[in-house]
């Protein structure tokens, strides 16, 4: 539920690295935790689990599939102006 939390305050058409989301939760030591809950994620709309990313910016790890992680970011970033 903390990690959800966390992941909620990521803003729209902005991403973070599991790492620094690790950080905000108590330490880098926390990744495992954050792969973790992203992975049980249901609701990635409402949790925007999406918009976390590899330190290089890659995209990983997204239960939903990497296709549709990217095509949530894209239409984020066009909706965003940042695209």
């Given at each position: 539920?903390?990690?959800?939390?966390?992941?909620?305050?990521?803003?729209?058409?902005?991403?973070?690295?599991?790492?620094?989301?690790a950080i905000k939760l108590?330490?880098?030591?926390?990744?495992?935790?954050?792969a973790g809950a992203n992975?049980?994620?249901?609701?990635?709309?409402?949790?925007?689990?999406?918009?976390?990313?590899?330190?290089?910016?890659?995209?990983?790890?997204?239960?939903?599939?990497?296709?549709?992680?990217?095509?949530?970011?894209?239409?984020?970033?066009?909706?965003?102006?940042?695209?």
């Amino acid at each position: 539920v903390k990690c959800w939390e966390q992941l909620k305050k990521i803003k729209y058409g902005t991403t973070i690295s599991y790492k620094d989301e690790a950080i905000k939760l108590g330490g880098a030591n926390y990744c495992r935790a954050v792969a973790g809950a992203n992975n049980k994620n249901k609701i990635p709309i409402m949790i925007p689990c999406h918009r976390v990313v590899g330190s290089d910016g890659s995209l990983t790890g997204f239960a939903w599939g990497l296709d549709s992680k990217r095509y949530l970011l894209d239409l984020e970033s066009k909706k965003n102006g940042t695209n």
